[in-house]
């Protein structure tokens, strides 16, 4: 059987590793993982210092790896929180530390209470791997994988019931006061289950940076990081799946070819950054105005693309001129931005790229036509003549 100090050794290398795993993702800038690394070298800190003190510890000793494990503790919690995009710490969570802090002073140095101390330490235990399990699984994604949220919360509420058990062991007198390093079921039990949960845990935290890195990376892949709409090629697969979807159920679909009017211009006599912010402002207006149920990307330069869905050739031309209205009207600072469009349907038996073919010569006719205007395309199975949508009378 394995003893006291042999689980000991063991926990140390294991919380090494685990802040060598965790010390490789830094560089990522992935929040939170700081905290954890650092909550892992106060674990591995404190525990060489149990083996340093050995059976009889000081008081000062006692409460000196009490201090370092609770702020471990607080480490992993507040770096959860942070991963998650919320207020690492809290004021309400800091005032409770600080009484905590007292109390263990207190039974340590004025008023020496073995059974109080482990009832309020692993009090404090059990309330930091709750709390890490609980926001993991409360910001497990709807959509997509939650097996890193899953398995860490596992591995957090395993070791809470261990800290739980704990506490009603030792308040009720069932657990003799035991040193660290003592031979006894209950230090067996909490270090084996530490030597399991605490690699565990941050084998969790490591999948979950995982995920937000492949998530990061494939936002690069597909969105377009200057106007915040989807990319050609993430454009094109997308609305090729909903145009399957759409031939299958016979319904109907539209695309729209949007070209903000006199861009090189706006480029060559204000500069590159104004122009970004020009097509920034003209994508932030569409998409605010846009369906839900509509598709919208950026397919180069200065050009876009709208796939409306469950609409006609005629009620897409209404809904460009609709978006054509609202970014002309949208605050300009100082740089007047509008845009020309073409709309072609797509008929059964179309392919994405003929529509869009379609859509691009009509888009040339209303830059011909004077710019800031919708044209509609005429389709090869209908008799529709060229349609335009005029700009109002000023």
Known sequence: MLSAVDLFGILIVSCLMSVAILGSLLRTTVAGVGRWCFAYALLAAASSWVLLVGNQPGPGAIMSILLITLGAVMLLVQGMRQFFGLSPVRRDESVVAVVVVVTLAYFTYVSPDPHARVTLASIVFAYGRITVGTLALRHAPRDGTRYAHRFLAAAAYLGALVHIARVVASATGVMPPTTFLQL???????????????????????????????????????????????????????????????????????????????????????????????????????????????????????????????????????????????????????????????????????????????????????????????????????????????????
């Open 184 to 394: 006894s079921l209950w230090n067996v039990l909490l270090l084996g289950l530490a030597v399991v949960t605490l690699p565990c845990m941050s084998i969790g935290m490591v999948m979950l940076a995982h995920d937000q890195l492949a998530l990061r990376m494939e936002k690069l892949a597909t969105i377009d990081e200057l106007t915040g709409v989807l990319m050609r090629r993430a454009f094109m697969s997308r609305a090729n799946l909903l145009l399957s979807e759409a031939q299958e159920k016979t319904r109907p679909l539209s695309i729209a070819i949007l070209d903000v009017d006199n861009f090189k211009a706006v480029n060559d006599g204000f500069g590159h950054a104004v122009g970004d912010r020009v097509l920034a402002r003209v994508a932030s207006v569409v998409s605010r105005e846009l369906r839900s149920c509509d598709l919208l990307g950026r397919l180069g330069g200065e050009e876009f693309a709208i796939l409306f869905a469950d609409t006609r050739k005629a009620d897409a031309a209404r809904l460009a001129n609709a978006l054509r209205l609202a970014v002309e009207r949208s605050p300009d600072d100082g740089v007047r931005c509008t845009f020309s469009a073409g709309v072609s349907a797509i008929v059964p038996g179309d392919t994405l790229e003929s529509a869009i073919v379609r859509a691009d010569a009509a888009l040339y006719m209303a830059k011909a036509a004077g710019r800031n205007r919708v044209v509609v395309a005429p389709e090869t199975d209908e008799l529709d003549a060229l349609a335009v949508v005029r700009a109002p009378e000023r």
